[in-house]
């Protein structure tokens, strides 16, 4: 009798609650910029998705945005200077709304955005790697933040998309031989040559390299001014190759 009756219940539940629908329900999410629900395994609808800037026309070393496709694919900057580090990935044109997922992401703690964008830009370099044959790098580091701006916003941006490229690139993380030792508030009224001196003596780097190739990796690359200034370093101390991994990159003119 008790087994008949636990039957009858197993199969009411079954009815009640198809497996279909528990995983859907386990897998509904809400997409973040329209809120509709959606079951996908990013939490961004496939319209917005689509929608967003996508940096698919930029320069393949530098990754500055282009407008037009040129035949080389380089940007003037690079064909005249080209820069020390090998290649820059940036999975999106730093304008809207990632330049306000990536503020959010910053400066009001909305990490979620930041690992929504990281899982992107992992998906992204994961295609150029397999496309272009690429070296995978052997250590993921970090673009620092000084202690000061540290303990005002509790965590550092480039260590939280280090994280996710790390779990989804199988790629190690060394995110303490980089750091920076002095505050450099605001740059701009400042020519070109003052601002590499000044970043020059911002950073240090606390050990040796074994010829390793290094990923840097920024939330947003502006001038470039920055990652040059640590990839000579990473080179300096042995690495033999630097690329420059970032969420966006800024197009010319902003
Ligand atoms: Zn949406
Ligand atoms: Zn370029």
Not at 75 to 94: D, H, K, R, T, V
Not at 117 to 128: G, Q
């Given at each position: 009798m008790t087994r008949k009756l636990s039957t009858k219940i197993t199969k009411m539940v079954n009815k009640l609650f198809p497996v279909r629908s528990i995983k859907e329900s386990l897998s509904q999410k809400h997409c973040y910029l329209c809120k509709q629900t959606i079951?996908?395994?990013l939490p961004i609808c496939n319209d917005c998705k689509a929608d967003l800037p996508w940096n698919t026309l930029a320069c393949t070393i530098c990754a500055l945005p282009m407008k037009i496709s040129s035949d080389t694919g380089?940007?003037?900057?690079?064909?005249?200077?080209?820069?020390?580090?090998?290649?820059?990935?940036?999975?999106?044109?730093?304008?809207?709304?990632i330049n306000a997922l990536i503020s959010d992401f910053k400066y009001n703690k909305q990490r979620h955005?930041?690992?929504?964008?990281?899982?992107?830009?992992?998906?992204?370099?994961?295609?150029?790697?397999?496309?272009?044959?690429l070296q995978k790098?052997?250590?993921?580091?970090?673009?620092?933040?000084?202690?000061?701006?540290?303990?005002?916003r509790g965590f550092n941006q480039s260590e939280d998309i280090c994280i996710d490229l790390s779990k989804y690139l199988n790629?190690?993380?060394?995110?303490?031989?980089?750091?920076?030792?002095?505050?450099?508030?605001?740059?701009t009224a400042l020519t070109k040559q003052e601002r590499q001196k000044n970043l020059h003596q911002a950073f240090n780097i606390q050990k040796k390299l074994n010829g390793e190739v290094i990923a840097l990796v920024d939330d947003v690359i502006t001038t470039g001014a920055t990652i040059?200034?640590?990839?000579?370093?990473?080179?300096?101390?042995?690495?033999?190759?630097?690329?420059?991994w970032s969420l966006a990159r800024t197009p010319l003119g902003q």
């Open positions: 079951y996908e395994a380089i940007c003037g900057n690079c064909l005249c200077n080209e820069p020390i580090y090998s290649q820059c990935i940036s999975a999106f044109s730093y304008t809207f709304p955005f930041g690992k929504l964008m990281s899982k992107m830009l992992a998906i992204k370099i994961e295609k150029e790697i397999k496309k272009n044959e790098p052997d250590l993921l580091m970090p673009v620092p933040i000084h202690i000061n701006r540290f303990d005002t790629i190690a993380i060394d995110r303490h031989s980089l750091q920076r030792t002095i505050h450099t508030p605001s740059q040059e200034c640590l990839s000579t370093l990473l080179l300096n101390a042995g690495a033999k190759e630097v690329v420059v």
